[in-house]
Structures are given as structure tokens and as C-alpha cells.
């Protein structure tokens, strides 16, 4: 063996044990950052919404109430009724019918679930401060949105019992890649 070899390997073993004394010792094995997640930390962010409506919290709301919200939280990006893109970039929220692959991906024509729109809501929006709505402000604004697509009446209540049961016009527009899963 090389000098040269010996000396590799002697940075090498004294790496590892350095290695493992750190890891061993309390307090010097990690950067001391953060804190353990706890159970209430991971509740706190698991608010999927399954499309049969699993994970819907407790509240409701009407497109009327809806209206309210959106005209004070979602028309700066989203235009006034859902219709005009506004500067800020965001696409329309309504279209006419669906109008195949190419078309607009809309609530009303490219959505397959009622449950997918709030999902979206409560988890990202307001961009500017996602995660602050209500879940009635949430139930309020899908409601809206669901309404301003010819989907449900504007004083059609939606909570965890009724938005799971809202037929979207494009429900059987998707193809399975895995039909044998279904």
C-alpha cells in the first residue's frame, strides 16, 4: 500500500467514526432545527377531499353568499363573474359547452367533480393567501362557481351532504389509462 492509499484510507475510517460519534452523541448528530411533527400538525394539513366527499369539513353556503366572497377575494384574478380574465393572468372560471380536448378547461366543461372545485378552493385560493377562507366561505365561493356554470340554482345549499351529489357535465369525459383498475 501507497503512502498516498494508507492516508485515503485513514481519512476515510476517521470520517466514518466521526461520523458515528456524532450521530451517538445527543444534540450533535442533527442541526437542531425545527421541532417533531406531531399528530395535530399533520391533521392541520391533511384536508384532501376525496370526490365522493370524504374530508368535507362541517359548514355550507349558496351562490348568493358566494357572490359576496368572490366579489371580495377572487374577481381581482379571476375578472367579474367568473367571465374576464383579469390582469393578473388567471383563465375564465366559465365557458359554454364543452368543447373537446382543445377547448377551455373550465369548471363547467372540463371538471369531472363538484368536490375537486372546493377541494381547490379551500387548499389554494385566494393565491395571494391560500388557506384563509372559511369552510363556509369555501362552500360559498364552490356554490358560486357551480351557479355561475349553469351547474346548480343560486340558492341551492352546498355542504358535505349536497356538493358530493352534484352531476358535473363532464363527469364521463375522462378515459381511464388503467381500465382494469376500475
Keep these: 500500500m501507497s503512502t498516498l492509499e494508507?492516508?485515503?484510507?485513514?481519512?476515510?475510517?476517521l470520517a466514518l467514526l466521526s461520523t458515528a460519534a456524532f450521530a451517538e452523541t445527543p444534540g450533535l448528530g442533527t442541526p437542531g432545527l425545527g421541532k417533531p411533527v406531531t399528530e395535530a400538525d399533520i391533521a392541520a394539513w391533511d384536508i384532501s377531499v376525496m370526490p365522493d366527499g370524504t374530508g368535507l369539513p362541517a359548514g355550507s353556503g349558496t351562490a348568493v353568499q358566494g357572490a359576496r366572497v368572490y366579489a371580495e377575494k377572487c374577481s381581482a384574478c379571476h375578472g367579474d363573474n367568473g367571465r374576464n380574465p383579469a390582469a393578473a393572468g388567471a383563465g375564465p372560471?366559465?365557458?359554454?359547452p364543452i368543447a373537446g380536448i382543445d377547448g377551455p378547461k373550465t369548471i363547467g366543461s372540463f371538471y369531472g367533480y363538484s368536490t375537486i372545485v372546493f377541494?381547490?378552493?379551500?387548499r389554494?385560493?385566494?393565491y395571494n393567501m391560500p388557506r384563509t377562507l372559511t369552510s363556509d366561505e369555501v362552500y360559498a365561493v364552490t356554490a358560486y362557481l357551480l351557479a355561475i356554470n349553469k351547474i346548480i340554482g343560486e340558492n341551492d345549499v352546498m355542504n358535505a351532504d349536497t356538493?358530493?351529489?352534484v352531476k358535473m357535465p363532464n363527469r364521463d369525459g375522462f378515459i381511464s389509462k388503467y381500465p382494469e383498475k376500475h
Design 124 to 126: 389554494a385560493m385566494p
Design 93 to 96: 372560471m366559465v365557458s359554454g
Design 163 to 165: 356538493l358530493p351529489k
Design 6 to 13: 494508507a492516508r485515503c484510507a485513514l481519512a476515510l475510517l
Design 119 to 122: 377541494d381547490f378552493v379551500r
